[in-house]
């Protein structure tokens, strides 16, 4: 294959396992860090890779406002398809939960048990459902979440 990979992959999915020579750009950051490295790849073909394809498809229709002169591809399937065909990958010894699903194991658990004490202790805990839920919805609607934030310093999370 003669194609530069772009894996949009977070970052700590990155590290935990990735194609050899592939460029780092999270989705995240994909607007405003992939037009000047598109720029550096100017007559290379370019495939978007995360670990299903969903979020290299997002990454591939920001792309399209970058201009025209791209030849950019979405490896279907991701990483996981990448695996199946028996495709290497450079893989962490340590791994680790990946940061978000450390923050849906938290949250999901706060909730439950912010519900459980709402409804045994006092009606007041509901509150803390309710903290979790304007939480997630800010991390949706801008692209900021608080808790992964922190995560992402904790000792079990460096590389």
């Known amino acids: 294959m ?3 990979i772009v894996d949009v992959r977070e970052k700590d999915e990155f590290a935990a396992e990735h194609v050899k020579n592939s460029i780092h750009v999270p989705l995240a950051d994909f ?4 037009p000047a490295i598109f720029r550096a790849l100017s007559g290379k073909s370019i495939l978007l890779m995360c670990r299903s394809g969903k979020r290299a498809a997002l990454a591939a229709s920001q792309a399209a ?3 025209d002169g791209i030849d950019l591809s979405v490896f279907q399937g991701g990483l996981t398809e990448w695996k199946h065909q028996g495709k290497p990958t450079l893989a962490a010894d340590g791994t680790h939960l990946p940061i978000m699903r450390q923050v849906q194991l938290i949250a999901g658990g706060l909730v439950v048990v912010g519900a459980l004490l709402s409804y045994f202790v006092n009606p007041s805990f509901i509150i803390l459902p309710g903290l979790v839920g304007a939480g997630l919805t800010v991390a949706g609607a801008f692209g900021f979440c608080g808790m992964a934030e922190v995560l992402a310093r904790m000792p079990w999370n460096k590389a």
């Open 31 to 34: 607007s405003r860090q992939a």
């Open 2 to 4: 003669n194609a530069i």
């Open 65 to 67: 406002s970058f201009g």
